[in-house]
């Protein structure tokens, strides 16, 4: 792969960078590889750091190369996936992938109905926020490759979130990643699916065209990479038309897991812009609730966007949940306890949903018609109701599973 | 240099600068007892009799003081970042022309980068104090003419009784002062809150200068330096920065692993039931040790419990703590921002206090055993629980020690810390200096768990069934090892030492080597 006189950087530098490097890989006449580094942590994992550009340079031929690190504590699986962009910006031919070992925590599947309170969302470009996200414990985390990654880092960012998949710690989190946008998203998918993810986010979703044809892609991928755990997909909805359409979108593929929506974009498009009272989206998030329930999926909501209003998110998750919601996403991490705690069923709920659910069983053993429980009648949608506290009360860990 | 292994097993000089050192011997093992420091006796007839000890300019009561070649000059801290008045006075020696002082600086900060050029040319031989930043990188390249020496607050008022630094000069920054030299910290446009830390100056120095920025008449009230004690009185026209004396507000940490240690903390004082009514606690200034206290001051509210007293570092955060009843006093070290000086200034149970009612190994008792927690920071804990807070694991000096060894006398100290920042580990296998001995140290709490040093026996017993992550040290060590990688040892000139860590004793606990060049 020599091709001297060529030359690419990648990467961050700057005052400000953590846990980033930045780097220079240039094509040279002879002299083999040259590795210039500059690290804050030189003293401690120079050597390492060194051998590791050395292996890389080995697998994609590199044979006369200088090549510059600028390091800010970055881990080696950021190296790893700054030095391959280096290299696919210098040989855009280039296809071979340099994967690192799988992180033997992440071994762990998800399943269709796990739990789907709280949503981290991640810039998929910026690995500093990667490694402790899985400490806050939020249900599902999200590696975006969309809105938060400028147009020009959509190709570093792959590999990244790539890398993150394999290597990063969850801690139990199902790991999750919004493409971007079809068709480009479409190429996102290479990257992911053959790599540990649990659940796509498909954004601006408007017809069930696009599910089918990413949930298309998707097994083609399993198929050519033999993966056989499931991947679930979970459409964003951000548009009128998408509000129009969400019920066949939602039923469009049986892997999908839940509908969301997200609010900025969906505000824009009918011309208005959010309140806190939501008025202007009532009628979207419901549509979202109704077409998710009717295609028997989580149904998410969108996004907190005030951080420091903690009052506020308290409130709008209590609305959420009375809409119908299971799930919201959330932008940092301490908003995780609070969408956890309101999206919980209340200690009443669960003490009346144990009666209900006691008293059909005991009327079913004994051949009663008709329940009752004193002087009230239950009815079927009551208890379905019952046992729908109950399985939430069990996934929060409120009740234990043998409760009865 | 002669080396010999100190009990702790660490390497330690015999003889620095030409004085004799004792290796650490073990923690309470060497008590160094008798008089072998006087404060100078003087007769008051001495000095003016209307009281008027103003001196025109430093520079004049500097030779007054009869400033020569080698003597011992002491400044103090609480000026913090913003001390002009430290580079200030040593131009002034630069241009007399005076060589191979001992500088004995309660702290050192960032703006005193400005001496490196007087480390360089000979004016100053050496630092006996904290060796912050750029002093640090200086120090630790082996640059300094001598050895420098850290040492604790309370160490330092130990090594002044104790003989091992006779000040010839002190010069005390005064936030207010009057002409007969009582001086505060709490008026004035550069006030700082509380300037204990000049206090064993003030009563063993040769000579005390004050130099004040605000001189009012006599009395200057409250004095917490008395003017009995004081030669000379300077005034200037400004002592410093005031915005970086004091920051005009301190802010807690936004990092939202930050916060979840703060938040484990909190849990873990409540759960541990070290949080009853008349509990006493100490905070410090860093952003996860601010954040603590407001986890921990839910807690208390939800609970109805209130702390007798709480020990600072003052902040807004404490004061609000006093102010809304949740502390009868707040006994204060050092004042960080305006609120606190404020609250000093206007509260009697906002008291002041210096490293000899707190921290001084010469006291008949300290405040620090007193206390039931401390929350404090460190740059690395080992396996052993031994930690340290004066280098970073790459060897450079970069922090001093500050009343962190005193506060470990605690009846339980904390660190909170996290357990790698940027690839370099803070869990790790052995400290590469060790500031604080891990039988003092009773637990550690990261971001990805808390180890309770295995001797507290009653701490894990209480903490078995609690929902916090406790894990044993070595499983967060084998979890950062498994993020970073294990770190390659660090490549030292054993020749040279280039600064020693004191124990509150006044023994050596550990060295510091010139790094080699790579």
Redesign the interface.
Known sequence: MDNKGLKSSTGHRGEKI??DCYIEIEITKSSGINIELKS?????????IKNQISAMCGFFGLRNAKIFLED?????FVIEARFEHAVNNLFPSNEREYLLPYNKNNNYISSKDRLRRSRLYLPGNEPKFF??AG??KPDGIILDLEDSVAPLEKDAARLLVRNALRCI?FYGSERMVRINQLPLGLKDLEYIVPNNVHVILIPKCENPDQVIEVNDHVLRIKHENNIKNDIYLMPIIESALGVIKSFKIAAAVKSNCALTIGLEDYTADIGTHRTIEGKESFFARTMVVNAAKASGIQAIDTVFSDIADMEGLKQSVIEAKSLGFEGKGCI???QIPIVHKYFEPTPEEIEKAKKIVLAFEDAQSNGYGVISIGSKMIDAPVVKRAQQTIRMAVLNNLLDENWK | MKLIKNSAGRLVPTEVNSQKQIPFKGVNKYKPLGTKAKPPIRTSVDYPENGNKNVRNLKEALKKAGLKNGMTISTHHHLRDGDILTNYLFDIIHEMGIKNIRWFPSASFPVHEHLIKYLEDGTIHHIEGSMNGPLGKFTTEGKMKGTGILRSHGGRYQAVQDGEVHIDIAVIAAPTADSFGNANGVNGKSASGLIGFALVDSEYADKVIVVTDNLVPFPCVPWQIQGNNVDYVVQVDSLGNSSKIVSGTTEVTKSPDRLLIAEYVAQFIDEAGIMKNGFSFQAGSGGTNLAFVLYLKERMKKKGIKARFVRGGSTKYLVQLLEEGLTDYILDGQTFDLEGVRSMRENPNHINTSPFTSYNFHGKGNFASIVDVAVLGATEVDIKFNANVVSHSDGYLLHGIGGWQNCLYSKCSILAVPSFRDRIPVIIDKVTTLCGPGELIDVVITERGIAINPRRKDLIKVMANSSLPIKSIKEIRDEVYSICGKPSKLEIDHNKVVALVKWVDGTVLDSIFKLKKK
């Open positions: 953590r846990s804050k942590v030189a003293s401690l994992y120079g050597a390492e800010y504590g970055a881990l080696p490694l402790n400490l806050h710690d940092h991490p301490s």
